[in-house]
Structure formats: structure tokens, C-alpha cells
């Protein structure tokens, strides 16, 4: 029932910003795409499950089919901007845009992590132009030209250091417009000048992984006041989750491959 009402809701976000903006939306996500391996041992983090002979049997047909339902995901979405989480090296990002019918450009870091996961984002080189970014302990922030401001996007994969990040880019880079998404444990975002624009749906029962019976909104996207936004929202089609469960239809189930999306729902946004 609620996937249904995502959907119309999806729809009139859209709606709602072209009559607000009198102009084209800008739409911002953030997908954390569970853990996409390459099939080759790397040499300085252990990622031996994830090859051909390991224990998940990771082949290269089970990761072309993952690059493949991932594309599908972001063309789903449609939006300008994607910023992914749980990519192995700049290989799997390219074979990730050279799969989606976007026109995406693309920017990887390595953050050097202990299982290889990095940061990156799929863009639209002709809305966003970067101009400067920073890898760090679990986030990257990238900042470019959106249109007519300067916005900073801090992407995070650990709740605590977001606050750490939030509090250096106000203190250093006052003037860009913020956006942060993913993991985030800010008890008090208008401190920052931000408000969390995916708390309605929070409220509203949806969210991001299904715990216990019960959806939680583990990503979020936290906007800047100075920003025109639409609330945030869960991004879920019928096709993502068991209709017998409820659950996302993900990669590996207890270590049984299941050919699925991922574990994970991406959050999006439209601002101006």
C-alpha cells in the first residue's frame, strides 16, 4: 500500500516543483548500493568473498547482473545527481554509468577504508559543475556550481563522524549552501542551519532498510534552510521489494545469492 503511495507522491513532488521553481527541479539522491565488488582480489583490504573462488562465488556474471539491476535503479530515478555508496574503485563506477541511459558523469575517491568501500557521483556535467572535493574517514564532500549557488554535498557512511564533517564545513566553508546525505546523527540540525527533509517520512512509516518487520530511515538527506527544497523521500518501486516479506529483494540473503537490488532504498530530493 505504501509503495503505491510513494509512487504518487513521487509524482507530485515533481508537480509541486515546477509550479514552486518555475523552472526545471534539480533532484538530488543518495543509493547505497550494497557492496559492489570487481571479481579481482585486491592487494591491501580483504575482499576474498567477493571473488570467483570466495565464499559468496562472486562471478562475473553476478556482478555484471548487479552493475545491471544498479543502472536500472538510477535510470528508474531519473535525476541529475546520485551520489552511491558501496563501490570498490573507480572501474565499478565507470561500468556503472556506461550501463545507465543517463548521460552521467562521474567522480570517484578512494577513502582507503578497511573493505574497500568508496564514495562516488553519477552527475549531469551541463547542472553541476565540481569545483573542489575532500575525501575523509567515511564521507566525501563535493563541492560545485548548481545553477547559481554554490552548494557543498557532504556524503556520509558513519552517523557519528557526520556530525564532525557538518561542524568543519560550517566553520571553514560558511558561504556554500549544504547538503548532506546518507548516515547522519545530528540531534539538532537547525544548529547547523539545517533541516532534516526526510524526517516526514520517517514519520510517515517509510524508510530506507527493513528491520525487525518495521522500515527505518537509516540515509537521510539533511538540506540547508538557505536551500528551496520538497520534503525528502524513500525512492521504492513495486520491483525492490518482496511483495511476500516486504524486504528489499537483495544481492545475498544468509549468504545465498538471490540476484537481487540490494538491501537498501535510495532517499532523493528535488531542490532549486
Known amino acids: 500500500m505504501w509503495l503505491r503511495l510513494l509512487i504518487i507522491l513521487n509524482f507530485s ?28 582480489p585486491a592487494l591491501f583490504y580483504d575482499d576474498a568473498d567477493y571473488t570467483p573462488e570466495g565464499r559468496l562465488h562472486w562471478t562475473a556474471e553476478r556482478y555484471a547482473r548487479k552493475i545491471r539491476n544498479t543502472a536500472a535503479v538510477i535510470d528508474s530515478m531519473a535525476l541529475p545527481l546520485v551520489a552511491l555508496w558501496g563501490v570498490e574503485n573507480e572501474q565499478v563506477v565507470r561500468d556503472i554509468a556506461a550501463a545507465c541511459r543517463g548521460d552521467y558523469s562521474y567522480l570517484h575517491r578512494t577513502l582507503n577504508s578497511l573493505d574497500g568501500m568508496d564514495f562516488a557521483l553519477l552527475y549531469y556535467g551541463d547542472l553541476f559543475y565540481p569545483t573542489r572535493d575532500e575525501p575523509g574517514r567515511r564521507y566525501l564532500y563535493v563541492e560545485g556550481e548548481l545553477g547559481r549557488d554554490t552548494v557543498g554535498l557532504a556524503l556520509c557512511g558513519d552517523a557519528r563522524m557526520a556530525q564532525w564533517v557538518v561542524r568543519d564545513l560550517r566553520a571553514e566553508r560558511p558561504h556554500v549552501k549544504l547538503i548532506v546525505l546518507g548516515r547522519s546523527d545530528l540531534p539538532d540540525p537547525g544548529r547547523w542551519g539545517l533541516r532534516d527533509a526526510t524526517r516526514r517520512a520517517e514519520q510517515a512509516g517509510r524508510g530506507t532498510v527493513r528491520r525487525g518487520g518495521r522500515w527505518q530511515m537509516r540515509d537521510r538527506i539533511l538540506a540547508d534552510t538557505a536551500l528551496t527544497t520538497s520534503e525528502g523521500d524513500v525512492f521504492a518501486r513495486r520491483y525492490l521489494v518482496d511483495q511476500k516479506s516486504g524486504n528489499p529483494l537483495t544481492t545475498y540473503s544468509r549468504g545465498v545469492y538471490r540476484g537481487g537490488y540490494g538491501y537498501s532504498l535510495p532517499v532523493f530530493i528535488y531542490i532549486r
Open 13 to 40: 513532488f515533481l508537480i509541486f516543483n515546477c509550479h514552486s521553481y518555475g523552472q526545471r527541479p534539480i533532484g538530488i539522491a543518495f543509493y547505497d548500493v550494497d557492496r559492489i565488488y570487481d571479481t579481482v
